[in-house]
């Protein structure tokens, strides 16, 4: 999704939420790695401001695309503390540059069980 050239790697960082002290939301980022600067990345993604933050590693995100799927998991999620079988939501954005060139990849897999009082939350503000 990130249309990288063939000599071209990513970074990852990963990202895990609470509510109501039980894990609900596990996020994997990725950026090409000639974004990657010290430990900056890590520091965003953990606090959760990855798109505005991305002009401080040189990078403007013009727009982002989302998608929601529901899922049902193939196997057992340990972080997320679920089993084969249960629900889940896939949230996939996708943040372009001005040329329309992707340079973030955000996936978030949402408790299918909470995702419902999660999603009143990020986005009743």
């Known amino acids: 999704m990130l249309e990288l050239g063939p000599d071209e790697r990513v970074v990852e960082a990963q990202r895990i939420a609470f509510y109501q002290d039980y894990p609900s939301d596990f996020s994997t980022v990725w950026i090409p790695e000639k974004y990657y600067k010290d430990r ?6 953990g606090n959760g401001v990855v798109i505005p933050a991305m002009k401080h590693l040189g ?3 013009s727009r982002t695309v ?3 799927e529901p899922h049902i998991l193939k196997e057992k999620h340990a972080i ?3 089993d084969k079988g ?4 896939l949230l996939r ?3 372009l540059d001005s040329a329309d060139v992707p340079v973030i990849l955000i996936e978030r897999l949402l408790d299918g069980k909470k995702a419902r009082n999660l ?3 990020c986005t009743s503000h």
């Open 59 to 61: 990078i403007h995100v």
């Open 66 to 68: 989302l998608t929601i």
């Open 93 to 95: 954005r996708i943040g």
């Open 40 to 45: 900056f990345f890590e520091d965003i993604v």
């Open 80 to 82: 997320l503390q679920m």
């Open 86 to 89: 249960e629900p889940v939501l």
């Open 119 to 121: 999603l009143k939350i």
